[in-house]
């Protein structure tokens, strides 16, 4: 487990579920923050801290450009936040900077390696497609990548952190009643990590020397 510590920084809180999660999780943290881009979701997840008795500071900020000092955080957590990032490595780079030595950084993104469910909603993408239908009404240009394991392993050590773990899970049908849901979910859990998940979670470590890490 990654908890108790004593300074916790959830870098793209979105509505605050995860901070509100800490006072289920142990002993809360004595310093916990949450930022996100928008005021408006930054209101929501205060009402959810609110409703969970956790203290937290709610701050403005892009995670390309954190407004936090550096090495204030025990634990940084950042859960799908990377592939929506214009410059993802600048993003990484915060991350670090914003880690105690030995502080750890969780963070999830989009594996493009998400073989599993392009192949069950391949059939439904390609009517979609051939109608003009897919994603019709996205009508704002948003930031959106994904990653293989080895470039985010590039990406973390590149700013400075050891890679200790990374993993991929969940598998998706668009559409799926949730008995169907709750079945592809069992059928992960007793799955090997064949790297074929829709969702790369990586845990990294803030170190003074960094250790070379198998990349496949």
Request: charged share 25%; with cysteine.
């Amino acid at each position: 487990s990654l908890l108790p510590v004593s300074a916790y920084l959830d870098a793209g809180c979105g509505h605050g579920r995860f901070l509100a999660a800490l006072s289920a999780l142990g002993p809360v943290p004595s310093r916990v923050v949450g930022v996100d881009i928008a005021d408006s979701i930054l209101a929501t997840a205060r009402q959810a801290v609110h409703a969970a008795g956790v203290d937290a500071e709610l701050v403005r900020g892009n995670l390309e450009r954190l407004p936090l000092g550096d090495g204030e955080f025990d634990l940084v957590v950042s859960i799908q936040v990377l592939e929506h990032l214009l410059d993802p490595a600048a993003g990484v780079r915060e991350l670090a900077r914003v880690l105690r030595p030995g502080g750890t950084l969780l963070l999830s993104t989009d594996n493009r390696r998400s073989l599993v469910t392009k192949m069950l909603n391949g059939p439904r993408w390609l009517v979609a497609g051939l109608f003009r239908s897919r994603n019709r009404r996205v009508k704002i240009a948003f930031p959106h990548a994904d990653f293989t394991r080895r470039r985010l392993i590039v990406l973390l050590q590149e700013a400075g952190l050891e890679v200790e773990c990374t993993r991929t899970f969940r598998f998706s049908l668009v559409g799926a009643s949730p008995r169907v849901r709750r079945f592809l979910n069992r059928v992960d859990a007793r799955l090997p990590d064949l790297g074929i998940g829709d969702i790369l979670v990586a845990v990294a470590r803030r170190a003074d020397v960094v250790r070379k890490t198998d990349i496949r």
